[in-house]
């Protein structure tokens, strides 16, 4: 019986990334523009309430964010793998400068509407959805292979202290000085990313562009995953227990306010629960993996969303909600990053950039889906059976994990072979 490839990683440190300059580097820049970020999509809440009180504008502030990640994450996964990586971050940061600075111009001058709001957010969520698949592949060429586990736990690390970070910010300088301030500190944001990424050399050549090579790549990528059975399955399991997880966080404001009566204090306070789950997960996912293997703690990880799904449909009790969002933002960090690791390394080098993208759209999309489910599901029968549905959603996504193993590592010597 061959060993577990997850056990190589058991004597790593989770800090031990950072010995290396470039990833050193990178994890800074990408602290401080994922703060900025965030602290933007608070503002451009923020921003369209004092715009118009109109709620369906609000909800396409979100939309029009995350549209462009649920339509375009194939493509960008394609000109990942064919174009220069360096090239295509220095461009999709420029542009992200440009739109943020933008935005901040015109919050300044008092020239900004609905309209233009939803244009420039739109931009912004463009220009990102190529820029972040880039982004997480750079990190393959940033670690040796074998340490890229705790790298990508470190990542995480970044991005869930910038989303608890970032709105609170955010929300003291507009108190202060108003939504402009906020857009023109995330455009300043990004020259630390552009900085270490004019600083790079990528490593991996690319193969010579030809005409149609971008939809000749989109192609080979999805016959590629098709190809591959477990990583394929890995992806539906992954978008199974994305929807069921994104249900908790849709539904949270009409918890907080209609079951546990709390005002918009304790529905910040219920949310915050939930990110420091996700801090802990991102603290602890590598060396549970380690320790337990990525196959057995993926499993427990499921479990323990299915089991806080099940009590969050009949809890009636602020503190104990807070506990199970405590429980469930751990849940829904841990999971996604062991499926996240285990697609960058079962995947070859060649065909990486376009694999994550198909991972990103699983993310996006069941987050997307999940909300517009059990949101209508709430709509008609309740929190209930909205939440218990979504929890029987996540048993699913448990069954197919006890049903098929992970697909293997691949050695990195050997590109198209898997681990032993």
């Known amino acids: 019986m061959p060993q577990p490839p997850q056990r190589r990683f058991g004597g790593l440190s989770l800090l031990q990334p950072l010995r290396f300059p470039l990833f050193r580097s990178l994890w800074a820049a990408s602290l401080v523009s994922n703060i900025g970020s965030n602290m933007h999509h608070t503002g451009a809440a923020w921003q369209m309430t004092l715009l118009t009180p109109s709620p369906l504008l609000l909800g396409l502030v979100t939309a029009a964010a995350n549209l462009p990640l649920l339509l375009l994450s194939p493509l960008a996964g394609a000109l990942t793998d064919t174009f220069d990586r360096r090239s295509l971050l220095l461009i999709t940061q420029s542009l992200l400068i440009a739109t943020a600075g933008t935005l901040a111009v015109l919050a300044f001058t008092d020239t900004l509407n609905p309209a233009g709001l939803l244009i420039m957010v739109s931009l912004m969520g463009l220009a990102t959805v190529f820029n972040k698949n880039g982004w997480q592949t750079v990190v393959q060429d940033s670690v040796p292979r074998e340490e890229l586990a705790p790298a990508v736990s470190l990542a995480s690390i970044s991005m869930n202290s910038a989303r608890s970070i970032g709105p609170a910010l955010g929300g003291l300088i507009i108190?202060?000085?108003?939504?402009?301030?906020?857009?023109?500190?995330?455009?300043?944001?990004?020259?630390?990313?552009?900085?270490?990424?004019?600083?790079?050399?990528?490593?991996?050549?690319?193969?010579?562009?030809?005409?149609?090579?971008?939809?000749?790549?989109?192609?080979?990528?999805?016959?590629?995953?098709?190809?591959?059975?477990?990583?394929?399955?890995?992806?539906?399991?992954?978008?199974?227990?994305?929807?069921?997880?994104?249900?908790?966080?849709?539904?949270?404001?009409?918890?907080?306010?209609?079951?546990?009566?709390?005002?918009?204090?304790?529905?910040?306070?219920?949310?915050?629960?939930?990110?420091?789950?996700?801090?802990?997960?991102?603290?602890?996912?590598?060396?549970?993996?380690?320790?337990?293997?990525?196959?057995?703690?993926?499993?427990?990880?499921?479990?323990?969303?299915?089991?806080?799904?099940?009590?969050?449909?009949?809890?009636?009790?602020?503190?104990?909600?807070?506990?199970?969002?405590?429980?469930?933002?751990?849940?829904?960090?841990?999971?996604?990053?062991?499926?996240?690791?285990?697609?960058?390394?079962?995947?070859?080098?060649?065909?990486?950039?376009?694999?994550?993208?198909?991972?990103?759209?699983?993310?996006?999309?069941?987050?997307?889906?999940?909300?517009?489910?059990?949101?209508?599901?709430?709509?008609?029968?309740?929190?209930?059976?909205?939440?218990?549905?979504?929890?029987?959603?996540?048993?699913?996504?448990?069954?197919?994990?006890?049903?098929?193993?992970?697909?293997?590592?691949?050695?990195?010597?050997?590109?198209?072979?898997?681990?032993?």
């Open 175 to 420: 108190a202060w000085i108003g939504a402009g301030m906020v857009f023109l500190l995330d455009s300043l944001s990004f020259f630390g990313v552009i900085f270490v990424i004019f600083r790079w050399k990528e490593t991996q050549q690319r193969p010579p562009r030809t005409r149609g090579a971008v939809f000749r790549a989109l192609k080979e990528g999805f016959l590629y995953l098709v190809s591959k059975r477990l990583l394929a399955l890995l992806l539906v399991r992954h978008l199974l227990f994305a929807m069921a997880a994104a249900s908790v966080m849709a539904l949270l404001p009409m918890l907080a306010r209609t079951r546990l009566g709390l005002d918009a204090r304790g529905f910040g306070l219920l949310s915050s629960c939930f990110g420091l789950g996700a801090i802990v997960a991102s603290l602890s996912a590598h060396s549970l993996a380690a320790r337990f293997g990525v196959r057995r703690s993926t499993r427990a990880g499921i479990i323990l969303s299915f089991s806080t799904l099940l009590a969050v449909a009949h809890c009636w009790h602020p503190v104990l909600a807070g506990v199970l969002l405590l429980f469930q933002g751990f849940s829904s960090t841990f999971i996604a990053l062991n499926h996240g690791v285990r697609v960058r390394m079962s995947a070859s080098a060649g065909f990486l950039g376009r694999v994550y993208s198909y991972y990103s759209l699983c993310a996006t999309g069941g987050v997307a889906l999940g909300g517009l489910t059990f949101g209508w599901l709430a709509s008609l029968w309740g929190l209930r059976v909205s939440l218990s549905a979504a929890a029987t959603l996540s048993f699913i996504a448990l069954l197919l994990a006890l049903r098929h193993p992970m697909p293997q590592i691949l050695r990195e010597s050997e590109p198209g072979s898997p681990a032993a």
